[in-house]
């Protein structure tokens, strides 16, 4: 079965330094992998997707098959950076079998 | 379009009572999903819909909870009873494609 890891619970950098959240994930197929976001108090909201490799916010993440990565990164992190980060897989381009990791809480202190 | 709309918000209720959580999802999505978000497991689906219809409701964790979609533009989860272990944010997501639109959850306190 398919699964995505991302090994830290909780992420603490400081405003202007560079941060990386961490994904795996284990399938032998092609998968579709996103990142989404919550920001306090709000709602879950699609952040980034791999198929658009576009840069949204100033992250992006980059499908790593041989590594079975997909990292998400920002060269400066910002204060209003600060919120849950959830990477999801899909195996069939369809949401209803999107499976998310267990989220990582980034704190970009000032 | 206002989104996926969920109500209550917040919810605080005692053990042992009916608990109800409602969804709209956003007009022409054909898929509705339920989830629930706590600290020590992050998201867990519970239950999707497709076309109104239940197509995997594996998620749901025991016989107290049930979910239904009466049309496209409607749909409840439902505890009964209600649990302090049942405390989490439940959130509903629509799709028409890959991505999920989620609504802002209900908080729901047991107490």
């Known amino acids: 079965a398919q699964r995505v890891t991302q090994p830290e619970k909780l992420l603490s950098v400081f405003k202007g330094a560079p941060v990386e959240l961490k994904c795996n994930y284990s399938y032998s197929g092609s998968p579709e992998l996103f990142w989404y976001v919550q920001y306090s108090r709000q709602r879950l909201q699609l952040l980034l997707r791999?198929?658009s490799r576009e840069s949204i916010k100033g992250f992006t993440a980059d499908l790593n098959k041989g590594e079975t990565s997909f990292h998400l990164k920002k060269p400066f992190a910002q204060e209003e950076d600060s919120a849950m980060y959830y990477c999801a897989l899909s195996l069939s381009g369809s949401a209803r079998q999107l499976t998310f990791g267990s989220g990582t809480q980034l704190t970009v202190l000032p | 379009d206002a989104g996926v709309i969920q109500s209550p918000r917040h919810e605080v209720t005692e053990m042992g009572q009916e608990v109800t959580l409602r969804c709209k999802p956003i007009s022409g999505h054909n898929s509705l999903f339920w989830y629930r978000q706590t600290m020590m497991r992050g998201l867990e689906l519970l239950i999707y819909?497709?076309?109104?219809?239940?197509?995997?409701d594996s998620g749901m964790p025991e016989d107290r909870f049930s979910a239904k979609m009466p049309n496209a533009s409607f749909s409840t989860l439902k505890i009964q009873p209600s649990e302090p272990r049942d405390s989490a944010v439940y959130f509903c997501?629509?799709?028409?494609?890959?991505?999920?639109?989620f609504g802002q959850g209900t908080r729901l306190t047991v107490v």
């Open positions: 997501a629509s799709s028409i494609g890959t991505a999920l639109l």
């Open positions: 791999h198929i």
């Open positions: 819909f497709n076309n109104n219809v239940p197509i995997d």
